[in-house]
């Protein structure tokens, strides 16, 4: 049985979406749908998943402007991961301006949730392996790193070498899987294992393991609830063009609806044929 290892990007996608769209907001959160998401992914942890506890890559707004949440999250037992300040694209910042905000989540996050932050993903997995600049960033500033995607242990050892600078930041890659020649490598969490089945999900946690490489899933919280908590009304777009607010439409009905009442199931088989290695922080020690 192999050891797997789930995280949750822990984001208010809402938020995000306005500022993919540029839509005016008002800067609040939803506190409300967060804790709710925060209360499914603990009562599936408690009672489904042996008591399992979970790396939650926090974003740095959510930190600053919701610490009760992130304090619960950390006195639950749970890691507190950095998930960048903003859910912003990451290589879309200079190394200069990614390091402030950098620190400006890692101080908001430490300050909420009193627990040393030590691993860092990219939003989006938002970092490509030609961001060297980007990984010696990090390499400063944590432990470890879980924005990297590959398909082999030998991809992930060739993009070490060719960084160099790296020495004291490990890697923890997700794992890219083809299914079929022409499709696009599907990665191990998120959309992924609620639109495919879990047989799909479940060959990928093999053929990572088979490939020297640690089993890791992701999920979000908007993936834990059906009842639209994170989703706004066309209403809430602004000036966006019809076509622009159609298309927001269908990708919030894509995060918020299509699967989602089927993920709490399909995580429990997916689980069922692997052991969940607790909080990321323990692949240091190993």
Known sequence: MPKAYLSIDFEDIAHDFKREFDIPQDGKLRVDALWRAYEAIESFCQTKADGARLTFFTTGILAAKCPEIVARIASDGHEIGCHYYYHDRAS???PEAFDSNLRRAIGALEDAGGQKVLGFRAPRFSLRQDDVAHFRVLAKL?????????ESRAELDAFRAAAGGLEGLALFPVVRQKLAPGLPPLRLGGAYIKLFPASVTLKGVRLAAEAGLVPMLYLHPYEFTA??????PMREMGDLSLRRKLFLWLRQCHCHVVGNRGVP??????????????????????
């Open 92 to 94: 879309g910042d200079a």
């Open 142 to 150: 944590f432990a470890y790193d879980s924005s990297v995607t590959v």
């Open 227 to 232: 009842d639209r908590s994170f989703y706004f």
């Open 265 to 286: 199931a399909k995580l429990r088989r997916i689980l069922g044929a692997c052991e969940l290695g607790g909080p990321m922080r323990n692949l240091l020690a190993a």
